[in-house]
């Protein structure tokens, strides 16, 4: 595809209730990097691949959260028994990764409402 | 870890006039200084970025300048227009490629344009 694609892109769930995301990122960019985003606030870094190397997972805010990237390309972020505190949207970014920091190119979001 | 602040959080400047947001980094060793828009609604995008060997970059209306030194960096837009108006994130990179390490935003600013 032309971009990073998300969905999906809005969920409603009832608290308690698991949640899967879904990140399509560029074709050839190998870093792929999640992030939260809650209402008015700035980018919270979540998990971030790099090709075959273990994720940093540093920035999890709870063993609710996982995310895994299969084959180097799709990315799935799971969230287990939500929280109203985890209401917010996720953002999803990839870039070439080829060593030196560059351009993050960001999906347009998964708005997830957790009531 | 980086650290970057961001201000203001919020600034309002009239059609026409220039408006400034500053950013500091805690890190000596980042060398590498985006800048994203994010519109309402919409997914961040790069407007322009700085590596530490310049001090600074201009692209038509916008311009980032680097004091190293005093570890700040500064977006500036002149001649402002209604299309202006969004958050506009700072961030900061030691280039290590990603994660934790890698990019640290800022906590953005709502740049409003009053017509």
């Known amino acids: 595809g032309a971009g990073v694609s998300q969905s999906p892109s809005n969920k409603v769930t009832e608290k308690g209730k698991d949640v899967e995301l879904r990140c399509d990122p560029i074709?050839?960019?190998?870093?792929l990097y999640w992030y939260r985003q809650s209402l008015g606030q700035g980018l919270e870094f979540l998990i971030y691949f790099q090709g075959n190397s273990a994720p940093d997972k540093s920035g999890l805010p709870s063993d609710r959260f996982s995310a895994e990237r299969t084959g180097g390309s799709v990315s799935t972020l799971t969230i287990q028994r939500t929280q109203q505190e985890d209401s917010a949207v996720y953002l999803c970014?990839?870039?070439?990764?080829?060593?030196?920091?560059?351009?993050?190119?960001f999906g347009e979001g998964s708005r997830l409402t957790v009531l | 870890g980086e650290n970057v602040e961001q201000h203001p959080s919020t600034l309002s400047v009239q059609e026409g006039d220039s408006a400034v947001i500053k950013c500091t980094y805690s890190d000596s060793a980042s060398n590498y200084f985006p800048w994203y828009k994010q519109e309402l609604g919409k997914r961040p995008q790069l407007i322009i970025d700085?590596?530490?060997?310049?001090g600074e970059k201009k692209d038509q209306r916008i311009a980032v300048t680097l004091n190293k030194t005093a570890k700040h960096f500064s977006l500036h837009i002149t001649e402002t227009q209604p299309e202006d108006s969004a958050v506009y994130f700072c961030?900061?990179?030691?280039?290590?490629?990603?994660?934790?390490?890698?990019?640290?935003f800022g906590k953005g600013t709502h740049l409003i344009i009053q017509p």
């Open positions: 961030a900061a990179s030691s280039g290590s490629g990603g994660g934790a390490d890698g990019l640290t």
């Open positions: 074709s050839g960019h190998t870093a």
């Open positions: 700085i590596r530490s060997n310049v």
């Open positions: 970014a990839s870039s070439l990764g080829t060593g030196t920091t560059g351009e993050l190119f």
